[in-house]
């Protein structure tokens, strides 16, 4: 079993472990990124000396290569301080007359330097080529990071070259029929594992053949072959078949894809013999080369997987996770609640403790936290990531929680939720988001003409906070301070908010419902106060439309992700991202904290998802088993499990200890864009564009799983059909796509979305 | 060829990038338009794919001119200006020369400008809420309905709505008109328009009443007439409504005092008016209505009236609709109808007046389709070829061989042996469908185009320059003149109608069925399986071939004669509304039966419709069944 890379494996070339050299992603918000443009797509790597003792060599080259390209971008600060800390100002002096240096860069580096498109694909390209590998080593938050862009990343141009190898256009097909034979030949149990090597090899020898101008020859090859590949997968061959030319090959990301990120495969090690033995003897080395070369193949020891098996873990846009890049320990645990004390009458608190506006939060230990009581062993440290402090406000909150909670419903099977719906009337602008606040006192919407609108649905209306003069007039000592600060003349049941100038994508409120996120097409995320319903702050970082954002349970921090293949980690005082999660390849579409605050959580339109762990900035979870773009995610109350939501109409769930699948529910026929657990985790609610919400009996879907003594080092599971069995109801709106689910604290089940006549 | 149909996608043919480079004036050899060709579908898809991710994140189902400009802007691409528009855009071919091109009509920017009805009171945005589903199982409302509240109203609005409708529905006419006609011209009413839509719903409510149906009626036509008002998907509910008038038996239809045929006609009207303004609103509305129009009148267990909407309805749909629906049915149809009007008993007195009603509303139908079809045939010939193309496409072919002389014999042989039914897709060319249609009206029909011509000059020689006849080319335009003028002649027909002249339709007959068989043998109809004696006979001579039509539809002419004849009126009723009918009986009988032999009584049908034209036409020219098309 733990055999995991042998033999196969040194077949690898050697520039594998280039690309794969330990790569922290860790942007530092204290660290300005110095001569960086702020407009240049260029993703903030952080180079770290890698901790395994790499050849000396590659490092040296690497580093060359790295000096020379902060000289070409005029990135003179940057350069000077990796040169120091390298200590090779004497072999840069060198190498400066010698023109471009040895590595990577083959002089592809000065063949355009025009490019602009390029050079933002490289970046990209580097981000995702980052976390290919998963780090070991955490690295402390303290090492200063040096920012480089794209370094140890040939240029586009040396990329595709790989595919500049000559061979008989006329072969291909004869080797890819050959090959197909052959595995139509094997035993059952072998064919169906061997059978994934058919996808991958068909892209490359395709996309060969269009790099080598063949193109009638590739147009042959695509008709005859094409229909063979799994359904799953038509999208991208949609894509692949409209490509015929070299030119195109370069501004194609989904081609990019392909090339830098090896396709990878799970494969007996028996079934990999077969096939190693297969392609010696024929001397098809066509094949052998590619296989080689553009795919990772990750042979275990045991018995073969079943068509099935592979089916659910299958479709993704880069094969199946690397096992052991679901290895790391997560810490999935809730932190422990600080205790508070339910005073009985909670009035005369409220008076006493409301004094002064809540201002500007800052993290610090959580000292409330007593650790007497009984830790869950799968939590990670109280104060691993730092939070903010409890203010006497949001422990009234939690009071009132706590009581809320007393009344709660308990639901099952026996006993489902009521729904409310939230329709939203008259929005010929488009609703785009929708988000209640947890204690669903206020549902905002983003529309598609940049705005956002914030409603009370309670009878209590939205006040805005009067003026700076007005505000000095204020005797600030009365018992009810915060009700005089509030201008009774503004109160209305909506506020609309403008700042954005692009379709507001995602908002988030923060969780004490003083602040609101919002994302938009313009590539920022804004900041709005929910005190004087204004913008507090425009964070720049992205440089495509962000598509998601979410606040963490606990406030203060932020994540965001979009278009650009990168999440961000924010915090609200920092104008600057804290972490850079890169390493998906394709949009983030959605995004999630965990519910103890330590991971996030980012479904893409590459149809995996990855959890990434705050602290380290590492990737230490990858999901694959969509065959669409994700578009909804929910971590389970107790945070053990995740539930994903794509645009195939299925939802997945999975364990996150184990890193396993772990259900697939089947019966929307639209993209799910809502998911959520009800408070107590016994019910999950999916709402979709199919104009219905369905209700699924979370606990079972567990427990059956839990019971069943699946093996998580193989990570192989059958998935039970019961699909039928965990749907408790299916509920249709009114003509109305559900974009939002929200559990009210007494488990009154609430959905959103615009009435679409 | 084969392969391009595998990828399914758009492909810019080498051509057109071709015609894009003279446009700019460039030349470009083959080669080059072939890459460029290649290289624009390339991008074209690139770009598709980029703005489909706009779409979903936006969680709608259709891509948007917006999308795809976002997509275009995001990779550094000048964005497309001038496709925002909400409605589509008609893409139209060019006669001349295989062209296709999107039309591009000029605005008046000053007009829009300075226009003074900008639109308003378009409904804010809000959040309404309502509990769905009570522990997951009590479904409170029913599944998949439209919202009650779309909007809250202010309170300016909601007075209007209470007044506006108060007014139409209540008792004052004058008052009534103020409201419709604001109704009609109001900019500011959209966001009433889901209660008023939901008011006309009401429908079904007041089916005992005619005065309040036809008062929502009007109600409908103020809102399809108002400019400032989308529709919508309101069209449905609307057009469900006028349905309803239009095919229900309605409550009101038992009593035969009511006039419920003037509702009809009303509706019938309003029917087509929907849908000549607003068909494109919902797709497949036209087909959609024609099928349940079909349904009824396929239906024989429905009530006359039913069936009677369902004509009417059909007829205000156009000649087209005619021809696609009725005229295939007119066979099946015809031996219910005709049973009924066989039936002479006492009690099936009033089943069979409203069977007449029927029979007039088919006559004045069918006679709209053979004119009209006459009149596409005719146009051809007068060298507009707009619009033909535009109105009558697919009709000339088969008239194009007129002149040909051919199986005169045969045809004869082959009509005898029609057993194929013909199948309708096919449009059936004019002189069949004359012959059809002549088989069961006999000289009704022919009566009707005669008088089209009884009133010019050549008054009774017109009878053999009927449609027949106009399939010789000379006599084409002048047929295509007269034919709209057939409308406006109904004032005088009844004198000429009443007097037993007709007998020069004759040899139109006899020329109408000859000329046709002569080269459309293939096309045999249903309607000659059924009747063939008649048809054959027509077409052999003229004499005997009405006698036998005529006794089988009325095997007791001479008893029957004062009552057919009455019920023939069925304008009558609608003039002095409420009226009975024998109270007419007196006005229209004195000159008929001293006019009339007995072997006359083909003719009497046809007064039927004659006889209301006029008095129709008279009553409110806005009822009648002929649509100036």
Redesign the interface.
Known sequence: MAAVQDGPIELEPENEIKTETSNEVLGNPGDASGGVPPTAPVAAVATEKPAAAAADSTERQTLLAVLQFLKKSKLFESEEILRREAGLLNEIGDSQGSGVGGAGLGGGGDAEPESG?ASSLLSRVAGAAATASANATPAPAKVTPVVTGGEDQPDVNVVLAAYSQQGDPVLYPVYYSGLKRFIDSVLDCHRAELSQVFYPLFVHMYLELVYNQYEKEA?AFF?KFHGDQECYYKDDL??L?????K??MK??ETLLDFRTSKFVLRISRDSYQLLKRHLQERQNNQIWNIIQEHLYIDIFDGMPRSKGQIDSMSGSLAGEAKREANKAKVFYGLLKEPEIEVPLDDEDEEAENEEGKPKKKKPKKDSTGSKSKKQDPNAPQQSRIPLPELKDSDKLDKIMNMKEATKRVRLGPE??????????????????AVDFTDDSSL?A?G??DSTV?V?S?TPKKLRGVKTAGDLSLIDKDSDDVLERIMDEKTASE?KNLYGHS??V?GISFSPDRNYLLSCS?DATVRLWSLQTFTCLVGYKGHN??V?DTQFSPYGYYFISGG?DRVARLWATDHYQPLRIFSGHLA?I?CTRFHPNSNYVATGS?DRTIRLWDILTGNCVRIFTGHKG?I?SLAFSPNGKFLASGA?DGRVLLWDIGHGLMIGELKGHTD?V?ALKFSRDGEILASGS?D?TVR?WDALKAFDDIETDDFTAATGHITLPENSQELL??S?????T?V?HLHFTRRNLLL??GA?N? | MADREERKFAEVPRDSVKLMAESVGVELSDDIAAMLAEDVCYRLREAAQNSSQFMRHAKRRRLTVEDFNRALRWSNVEAVCGYGSQDALPFRPLKEGELYFVEDREINLVELALATNIPKGCAETMVRVQVSYLDGKGNVEPQGAVPTAVQSLTDDLLKYYQQVTRAILGEDQQLMKVALQDLQTNSKIAALLPYFVHVVSGVKSVSHDLEQLSRLLHMVKSLVQNPFLYLGSYIKSLVSSVMYCILEPLAASINPLNDHWTLRDYAALLLSHIFWAHGDLVGGLYHQILLSLQKVLSDPVRPLCSHYGAVVGLHALGWKAVERVLFPHLSAYWSNLQAVLDDDSVSNAQVKADGHKVYGAILVAVEKLLKMKAQSRSVPAEGSVAVRERSFPGLSPPQEPVSEPGFGIASHLLQGAAGVPAEEPVPVPLPVMYRELYAFFGDSLAVRFSTGPGIEPRASRAAPHQPPDSKKEGMGPDTTRKMPQLTASMTISPRQDSSPKNEPSLPAVQNSSAAPSRFQRSSSSSLQRSKPPPSKAAQRSAGPPREVFQKSRFPLPPATAPFSFLIAGRQTGRRCQGRRFQTSFPQLHPPNPSAQPPRGYAHKLPVIGRMGKPIKRWVCSQYSLHLPL
């Open positions: 498109d147009k008709e949609r894509i078949s409209g490509l015929t030319k030119e195109h501004g194609n006993s489902l939720p009521s729904i409310c719906f939230y329709t939203f009337l008259n929005a010929y602008q488009g609703l785009t549902v919407g529309f598609a609108r409603w649905v909506s692009g379709p994508y097409e495509y439309p598509w278009h949009d579409t339109a773009p578009h645009t993209t864009y564009m104009n209700l408790l109801g509920y249709m709106t009114k003509s796509p974009i959905g959103a009435y006549p």
